[in-house]
C-alpha cells in the first residue's frame, strides 16, 4: 500500500458528484454499469428500464431511481470501462499507458456504508487500486509468487493507493462511510507475446506445410531425428528475424490503438479557416506523436491512429513532435511556404494533434 501523498489526491478523477451526474444525466446503458451486492450480482432488470431513441427501441439504460434505493440497500454500483467515457480517467489512463508501455483499462466500485461488494476474488492482470472519495477496509492474501502468508489487512482514505499482482485474492468492504475507488487493470504483455509474433513472422514457410511422414508412429527415433532437424532449421530462422523491424512493428501497433483523446475536435474543426501564420497552437494534452520513416513516407503514431504523409515533411513534423507549444510562423524554418504550413496545421488540428489556443478556451 502507498499512502496518499495528500487526501485528495485522486479528486479530479472521480468524485461522488461525477458518479451522481454519470448515473443520472448520460442516459448510462448496461454493460457500461452493473450493481453487486455481497459477492452476487443484481439482476439488469432490476435497475435498468427500456424506452426509444427517435424510432428505434433502447434497453438497458440506467433507472436512477431504482439505483439510488438498491445502493441504499447496500448494492455497489460498478463502472465499467470508464476510461473509454470520462474525460479525467481516461486522460489518466493514456498517460499511464505510454508511461508503462502495457494497455490499461479502469473501472469504478461505489460501495455505501457497511457493504461488501465483490467476494473474495482475484483478477488475471496485474491491479492498482486509487481510492478517489471515503474509506474502506480491504483484506490482500499472497500473490501466487508470494510465500503464504496471513493476510494483510488495510483501511484506505482518499489519496491512498494499493498493488496487486496477478492473481492476487482480495476482498474489500465499508465501515461507516461510503466508498469510491478505481480499479486500474494493467494488462501487461509479456515476452511470450513478442515471441509469438515472431513465431508468426516465420509460419508461412513452405517447409512447415510438409505432411508428417507415413508411418511416423512406428518409427519414433527415425521422426525424432527430423524433427531435430528442423528444429535446428528454425532456431536458425528465429536468429535471422529482424530484431528492430519487430520492435518497430510492435511499437507501431501500441502507440497507434490507444483509446481516443479528442474532446473539442468539432470546435476545433470550426476555427480552421480562421488559422493564420500568427495563431498560437499547443499540443493537446496526452497527445502521441511519434514519427517513423517507411520508404518515401512519413508515418507519424497518435496514440489512437496513425497518418501517411509524404517523407518531405519529416522536418517541420519533428518540430512539431517536439514543441509543447508554438505560433504556426515558428515552422518556417522547416517549411518555408505559408500556404503549405497552414494546409499541414489546419489537418494536425483536425486530427487531434494541435489546439488552436483561443477555440479551445471558447469551447
Excluded at 25 to 52: C, D, M, N, W
Excluded at 134 to 141: M, T
Excluded at 315 to 322: D, E, I, N, T, W
Aim: glycine content about 8%; proline content about 7%; aromatic content about 4%.
Amino acid at each position: 500500500m502507498h499512502p496518499a501523498a495528500e487526501p485528495q489526491g485522486f479528486r479530479d478523477l472521480l468524485t461522488l458528484d461525477d458518479v451522481d451526474r454519470i448515473l443520472t444525466t448520460t442516459s448510462l446503458r448496461t454493460p457500461s454499469f452493473r450493481l453487486v451486492k455481497a459477492g452476487e450480482q443484481i439482476p439488469e432488470s432490476a435497475y435498468t428500464r427500456s424506452g426509444r431513441t427517435g424510432s428505434k427501441p433502447v434497453s438497458g439504460m440506467a433507472d436512477p431511481a431504482r439505483i439510488a434505493e438498491l445502493f441504499d440497500g447496500g448494492a455497489t454500483i460498478v463502472l465499467q470501462g470508464l476510461h473509454r467515457n470520462w474525460e479525467p480517467v481516461a486522460a489518466f489512463c493514456r498517460a499511464l499507458e505510454l508511461q508503462l508501455g502495457h494497455p490499461s483499462q479502469v473501472n469504478a466500485y461505489i460501495t455505501p456504508p457497511g457493504a461488501q461488494g465483490l467476494a473474495l476474488h482475484s483478477d488475471p492482470h496485474d491491479v492498482f487500486v486509487l481510492q478517489a472519495f471515503g474509506r474502506k477496509h480491504w483484506e490482500v492474501h499472497a500473490a501466487p509468487a508470494e510465500p503464504e502468508r496471513e493476510p494483510l489487512e488495510a483501511d484506505v482514505g482518499p489519496g491512498d493507493c494499493i498493488y496487486m499482482p496477478t492473481g492476487t485474492p482480495h476482498a474489500a468492504m465499508t465501515g461507516s462511510t461510503l466508498s469510491g475507488h478505481l480499479t486500474i487493470g494493467v494488462h501487461v504483455a509479456r515476452w511470450r507475446d513478442v515471441l509469438a509474433d515472431v513465431w508468426a513472422s516465420l509460419a508461412d514457410d513452405p517447409a512447415l506445410d510438409e505432411p508428417l511422414p507415413v508411418g511416423w508412429t512406428r518409427d519414433p527415433t527415425g521422426f525424432a531425428a527430423l524433427l531435430q532437424t528442423r528444429l535446428v532449421t528454425l532456431g536458425s530462422a528465429v536468429a535471422r528475424v529482424d530484431a528492430d523491424g519487430m520492435t518497430d512493428a510492435r511499437i507501431r501497433r501500441f502507440l497507434s490503438t490507444r483509446a481516443p483523446l479528442l474532446r473539442g475536435v468539432l470546435v476545433q474543426g470550426q476555427a480552421l479557416e480562421a488559422i493564420g501564420d500568427e495563431t498560437a497552437l499547443t499540443r493537446r494534452p496526452g497527445s502521441v506523436c511519434e514519427l517513423r520513416r517507411d520508404g518515401e513516407r512519413l508515418i507519424v503514431l497518435l496514440g489512437d491512429r496513425r497518418l501517411d504523409m509524404p517523407g518531405w515533411l519529416e522536418p517541420v513534423m519533428r518540430v512539431v513532435a517536439s514543441s509543447d507549444r508554438m505560433a504556426v510562423r515558428d515552422l518556417a524554418t522547416a517549411l518555408a511556404d505559408p500556404a503549405s504550413r497552414l494546409v499541414l496545421v489546419r489537418r494536425l488540428v483536425r486530427e487531434g494533434l494541435l489546439l488552436t489556443e483561443t477555440a479551445w478556451l471558447d469551447g
